[in-house]
Every structure is written in structure tokens, then in C-alpha cells.
């Protein structure tokens, strides 16, 4: 068991987030304070790993030396490092290392790590791949952006939490891989219902059509993580739509950007925009099957939880 002198906080305790801080506590790491904008989950973590329930992201800063934060939203990102707010993470900037794990604009990573080090702090934003239980395994897929250094001194704590630590670059280009890793997901996924659906309407039996698609081109890890919940209907939230969506439109702003056009990327968020405007934003992405099978006609009631409701997976999604 390690002693590490460190004091690590954690702004966004949702369900990867809790099981990263639970991961480190359990190999020595002194968890000194938890944060969430929903209070009962940072209240409830806090005194599982008799931490602090911290009031603010100012006040996590203030008392940890280094602060992950797992929040997946653009806009409650530059929230919490808002830097004319006294209880955001700002106010505690310097000498903390900070570590973003979700999936979020590239730009928004730049800006970060710009305030950051203007107010004497260090940055590095480490996008995660794998599942809840990969986070209390430490068995993540960490895929980080900064400047070198800064990933030297945060490798010890990173591998802690996931197997496969790999620099992508500077601020914002780690980001870019991830977006691209869940565009590619978000339309694999689409496919797959639409090949379901269609065999459903076919008369084809699924668990058979599922063992042909395992053992053909038609092969994929959505297929392992989502194929039998698509058949079954069982979409309690492991990777939602409403991100699906999100990371699907961070990637169609980059191809703008670029000057490319993505047909298949747009169709795939279209699929998730429908899902949205019909109130299943919460579901499970595997919700697009709802759409394409011939019986259900978009009337999917599953609906995500805000704890521990993990779905029946090989562990192998990618979460943003």
C-alpha cells in the first residue's frame, strides 16, 4: 500500500468520478475533498472516504494539491475555473496541479490551461476511455494533452487510475482524439441498431443475426457493449444520449473547422437530436434502436439513474 504525500480533490463525483476517487483512496491516496454540484452525491462520497464536503471548487482547491475534475459539459467547465469567482478553482490556482478527465472542446482545454498557468498553476487535461468499473479497477485508457513536463509530473498519479497512460500533445490535441473516438462509437452505434432493426423487420432471429455480426466485418465493441441491450430493450444509462450528442456536435464543429464535410456523423447525430426532442436524452445510447426496430416506434421508458446503475457490458464502452 502506498503513502503518497499528495492531497488529491475531486470536482464532479457522478459515477466515473466517485469510482476514480474511490480507486486512489484504496491504494493510499488521501482524498481530502469532493464536490458536485448535486450535494447528496459529493455528501455521501465524502463520508465514504472520510473527506471533505467541499462547498465550492474553490474550496477543493484550497485544500488538495491536486484537482481532478470529471465534468463533462463545455459550459460548467469554464464555470468552475471562472477567473472573477471567488469560489471557483481559480481562486486556489497556484501551485496545484489540475487534471481534466471528460470529454470537452479542445478550446476549452486551451483556455483552461492558459488561465491556469497565468495564475501559477499547472494543467493537463487526461480524456478517459473505459467504464465504470475500469475507473474502480484502474484500468482507464487515459489520453492526455499539456505541456510535457506537466505530464511527467502527473504520470505517477495516472497510472494509478488507468493501464494505458499515452501523451497525445499539447492542450487541446488529446481532446481532438477523444472526440474522434466517440464520433466513430456514437456512428457505430447508430449502424448497429439500424442492422438490428432491419433484421428484426426481416424476421431474423437477433441472437443469431448478433453471433453472424461477431464473427464478420460486422464486428465491434458496440457490438459486445450494446447489441444484446439493443434486443432487449434494456437502456438504463451507462453512456447517454445526451452525450452522444454532445461529443457528436464537438465533432462536426472541428470538421467545420476543417472544411470537411461528415454525411455519416451528421446522420448519427440527427438519430440522437430525435431521441432529445422525444425526452430520452437520459437513456442509454443504445436507445437509438428505438428508432430503427419496426415494433417500437420511438416508445422506449428506460431512463438513466444518477447512482451505481450499471448496465450488463463487457466493460469495454468509452465514456466522455
Given at each position: 500500500?502506498?503513502?503518497p504525500?499528495?492531497?488529491?480533490?475531486?470536482?464532479?463525483?457522478?459515477?466515473m468520478?466517485?469510482?476514480?476517487?474511490?480507486?486512489?483512496?484504496?491504494?493510499?491516496y488521501?482524498?481530502?475533498?469532493?464536490?458536485?454540484?448535486?450535494a447528496?452525491?459529493?455528501?455521501?462520497?465524502?463520508?465514504?472516504?472520510?473527506s471533505?464536503?467541499?462547498?465550492s471548487?474553490?474550496?477543493?482547491?484550497?485544500i488538495?494539491?491536486?484537482?481532478i475534475?470529471?465534468i463533462?459539459?463545455d459550459?460548467?467547465?469554464?464555470?468552475i475555473?471562472?477567473?472573477?469567482?471567488?469560489a471557483?478553482l481559480?481562486?486556489h490556482?497556484?501551485?496545484?496541479l489540475?487534471?481534466?478527465?471528460?470529454?470537452?472542446?479542445?478550446?476549452?482545454?486551451?483556455d483552461?490551461?492558459?488561465?491556469?498557468?497565468?495564475?501559477?498553476?499547472?494543467?493537463?487535461?487526461?480524456?478517459?476511455?473505459?467504464?465504470?468499473?475500469?475507473?474502480?479497477?484502474?484500468?482507464l485508457?487515459l489520453?492526455?494533452g499539456?505541456?510535457p513536463?506537466?505530464?511527467?509530473?502527473?504520470?505517477?498519479?495516472?497510472e494509478?487510475?488507468?493501464?494505458?497512460?499515452?501523451?497525445?500533445?499539447?492542450?487541446?490535441e488529446?481532446?481532438?482524439?477523444?472526440v474522434?473516438?466517440?464520433?466513430?462509437?456514437?456512428s457505430?452505434?447508430?449502424?448497429?441498431?439500424e442492422?438490428?432493426?432491419?433484421g428484426?423487420?426481416?424476421?431474423?432471429?437477433?441472437?443469431l443475426l448478433?453471433?453472424?455480426?461477431?464473427?464478420?466485418?460486422?464486428?465491434?465493441?458496440v457490438?459486445?457493449?450494446?447489441?444484446?441491450d439493443?434486443q432487449?430493450?434494456?437502456?438504463?444509462c451507462?453512456?447517454?444520449?445526451?452525450h452522444?450528442?454532445k461529443?457528436?456536435?464537438?465533432?462536426?464543429?472541428?470538421?467545420?473547422?476543417?472544411?470537411?464535410?461528415?454525411?455519416?456523423?451528421?446522420?448519427t447525430?440527427s438519430?440522437?437530436?430525435?431521441l432529445?426532442e422525444?425526452g430520452k436524452?437520459?437513456?442509454?445510447?443504445?436507445?437509438?434502436?428505438?428508432?430503427?426496430?419496426p415494433?417500437?416506434l420511438?416508445?422506449?421508458?428506460?431512463?438513466?439513474?444518477?447512482?451505481e446503475?450499471?448496465?450488463?457490458r463487457?466493460?469495454?464502452?468509452?465514456?466522455?
Open positions: 500500500m502506498l503513502n504525500p499528495e492531497r488529491i480533490g475531486f470536482v464532479g463525483v457522478g459515477r468520478g466517485a469510482n476514480m476517487a474511490r480507486r486512489l483512496k484504496a491504494q493510499g488521501r482524498i481530502a475533498a469532493v464536490q458536485d454540484r448535486l447528496e452525491l459529493s455528501e455521501t462520497l465524502a463520508q465514504e472516504l472520510e471533505e464536503q467541499a462547498r471548487p474553490a474550496r477543493v482547491a484550497e488538495s494539491n491536486i484537482v475534475t470529471v463533462s459539459d459550459a460548467a467547465m469554464r464555470e475555473y471562472a477567473e472573477q469567482d471567488s471557483s481559480m481562486a490556482a497556484k501551485d496545484r489540475f487534471i481534466n478527465c471528460a470529454t470537452l472542446s479542445p478550446n476549452v482545454h486551451r483552461i490551461e492558459r488561465l491556469v498557468t497565468e495564475r501559477g498553476g499547472r494543467c493537463l487535461e487526461a480524456c478517459m476511455a473505459g467504464s465504470i468499473t475500469h475507473a474502480r479497477e484502474g484500468t485508457y489520453m492526455c499539456g505541456k513536463e506537466v505530464f511527467a509530473n502527473a504520470k505517477a498519479v495516472l494509478v487510475l488507468g493501464t494505458k497512460v499515452q501523451y497525445i500533445g499539447q492542450a487541446g488529446a481532446a481532438q482524439v477523444k474522434l473516438v466517440n464520433m466513430v462509437m456514437n457505430n452505434t447508430v449502424a448497429l441498431a442492422g438490428l432493426g432491419l428484426a423487420a426481416l424476421g431474423i432471429d437477433l441472437t448478433r453471433d453472424v455480426f461477431s464473427q464478420t466485418g460486422a464486428a465491434s465493441r457490438l459486445d457493449t450494446d447489441g444484446e439493443m432487449q430493450r434494456a437502456h438504463e451507462y453512456f447517454s444520449v445526451a452522444a450528442a461529443d457528436s456536435t464537438i465533432a462536426l464543429d472541428l470538421a467545420e473547422q476543417a472544411g470537411l464535410s461528415l454525411p455519416v456523423a451528421r446522420a447525430l438519430q440522437y437530436q430525435r432529445m422525444s436524452g437520459g437513456l442509454d445510447k443504445s436507445a437509438a434502436a428505438e428508432l430503427t426496430f415494433d417500437r420511438g416508445s422506449a421508458k428506460s431512463t438513466c439513474d444518477s447512482g446503475n450499471v448496465k450488463r463487457n466493460d469495454s464502452t468509452v465514456l466522455g
